[in-house]
């Protein structure tokens, strides 16, 4: 009794455990099987915060921005025309002046040229005074000429007299022959003349040349004294001044370089496409402003494109222009070479939408706001004006274009405007 009691005792000591264990495995179980299921919810759409215009196509004429720089047309090299020692230079006769024209820029030691001037005008006074003595013995010796012919007509007439009285035996031989002899002495004197008369002429054309070439020597050492004296050709501003006082100058040697002011011009270029649609609408003529820019303050200078550079250049993408200034230079400090930003004024467009930048898209796209949600408009791009861009396509007036940019844009995305209603 006592081992069968023993027995139960070490069954129920190891079964108790187990039914405890499936016990707790079969609640854990039905709590599993019997909790409540959870539905995932589907995720919420983003909505995109985004800045939209409103458009209205009307009649736009863009600016076109070029750089540029401001070129002399006109640029001389002066140089000295005499030879000599530099006695004097104008202080305004320095890099970056302005100087007026028949303003005196230097003068050279004229004591040479002045002594040279003086010595040829008396050697033409003197050829001038000789030429008036052969100019009057010309004019006697021509006097006596024709009475000589007088004389010889008489004496041709007494041979003849003497002829007819010798036939008739009225008169002696010997008369006829003195009257032959007296014709001879005439005739030979005559010609005496008319040769010392030609020779006159010759002296006379000789001085005359020798007085020619003396007042052409003396109009050019009067020249040669006057070029002295270095004087600016036309208003301008000196771009190089190579020259200082006691210097030895010879013939050609330069002494600066001088940019005419009225020949100031305003050099850039324009890409094919805008140069072309600009010849059709009229470029020459076409009015220009060029901003030049210092430190803070900014000078607006007005011209008009005048002509085309003489070649095109291929690297350079495009056509070379000019324009001619109008206004604007005055006392303005500006100086060739200087860096501009010339505008000019583009086509008109009919129906134009001028946009910012950030609205395009790919370069032929925008996008507008329908029913909360982004919708595609394909347009072409006509122009750039600044930071804006000259759009045209399908866009109705009233219509609102996205300007945000978004790396995410795309048809059918869901938004919500948050400013820029202008």
Known sequence: MAAGESRLGRFLKVLLPLLLLAAGAAGAYLLVMLRPRLEAAPPAERIWAVEAVRVAPRPLRPVI??????????????????????????PDFVDGARVREGQMLLRIDPFTYRLRLDELRAQLREARTRKREIVAELASERELLALLRERRDIAAEEVERQKRLVGRRVAARKNLDAARMEFIAQKTALRQKEMRIELLELQLERQLAVVERLEKE?????????????????????????????????????????????SLEIAFSLSDAEFGRLW???????????????????????????????????????????????DGIGEVPIRPGAFLEVRIPDVRYEHAVRLPRSALFGGDTVYVVEGGRLQPRKVRLLGRDG?????????????????????EIAPGLRVEIVGGES
């Open 65 to 90: 921005r070029r750089f540029g720089r401001l070129v002399a047309a006109r640029e001389v090299q002066i140089e000295a025309p005499v030879a000599g020692r530099v006695l004097w230079v104008a």
């Open 280 to 326: 059709k609408e009229g470029l020459l003529g076409r009015e220009v402003v060029a901003l030049w820019r210092t430190g803070k303050t900014e000078f607006a200078i007005a011209g008009r494109i005048s002509r085309l550079k003489g070649r095109i250049a291929a690297e350079t993408a495009g056509v070379g222009l000019y324009a001619r200034i109008e």
């Open 387 to 407: 930071g804006d861009v000259l759009i045209e396509g399908a866009l109705a007036p009233g219509e609102r274009v996205v300007i945000t940019r978004m790396a």
């Open 218 to 262: 003396v109009e050019r050492a009067r020249r040669d004294l006057a070029d002295t004296e270095i004087r600016a050709p036309f208003d301008g501003i000196v771009t190089r001044a190579e020259v200082a006082r006691g210097r030895e100058l010879r013939v050609g040697a330069a002494i600066g370089r001088i940019a005419a002011l009225a």
